[in-house]
Nanobody, 121 residues
């Protein structure tokens, strides 16, 4: 049973920073991809950043100069460090996981956390 629990959302002014964390039961298991997705008000859910079992990280062009995806091995969690936040970054951020085949993520991601709200004003 895959469990994903996000934390770290909140309200911040434009230009500020936030760090999201995801505690995952599949963390570093060598078989699952993990990532962050978001859904803004009135928008479809979009992929923000993912990491595959080999450690390859993919970050959306819209955030790659501002967001960093990483692993906190001590806490067994995936984090998303967000800086220079913009109003358009507002939304619910979801931690997600997916199986992999030969190191490639099986899409769509099918395990989801409950989401954490990020509001930029």
């Amino acid at each position: 049973h895959v469990q994903l629990v996000e934390s770290g959302g909140g309200s911040v002014q434009a230009g500020g920073s936030l760090r999201l964390s995801c505690s995952a039961s599949v963390f570093n298991d060598g078989a699952h991809c993990m990532g962050w997705f978001r859904q803004g008000p009135g928008k479809e859910r979009e992929e923000v950043a993912t990491i595959d079992p080999h450690g390859f990280i993919n970050v959306a062009d819209s955030v790659k100069d501002r967001f960093i995806l990483g692993k906190d091995n001590a806490k067994k969690s995936l984090y998303l460090q967000m800086r220079s936040l913009k109003i358009e970054d507002t939304g619910t951020y979801y931690c997600a996981a997916a199986g992999s085949h030969l190191g490639t993520c099986i899409r769509p991601f099918n395990y989801w956390g409950q989401g954490t709200q990020v509001t930029v004003s």
